[in-house]
């Protein structure tokens, strides 16, 4: 699987860019549900001051790790 993740994109970006980042235009997941996953505690994130960031590495890792196990 081809993803635009690289040593380059390893930075804080806020919930519009990671949504660009990890997902393509016609199957993303809405703002709304991330940001539910966000606050369930099932998306990893920083917090600096009142601005809430995301490592795209990060939570990609996160998402498929957090799907092993799981009927296809």
Do not use: W
């Not at 099932?42 to 009142?50: A, E, H, Q, S, W």
């Amino acid at each position: 699987m081809d993803t635009p993740i690289g040593p380059t994109t390893s930075k804080l970006v806020d919930i519009d860019r990671l949504i660009d980042i990890l997902f393509e235009p016609e199957c993303r997941p809405s703002k709304r549900f991330l940001m539910s996953q966000k606050a369930a505690g099932n998306l990893p994130f920083i917090k600096i001051g009142r601005r809430v960031f995301y490592d795209p590495v990060e939570v990609q890792q996160h998402l498929f790790s957090s799907r092993e196990g799981r009927a296809a």
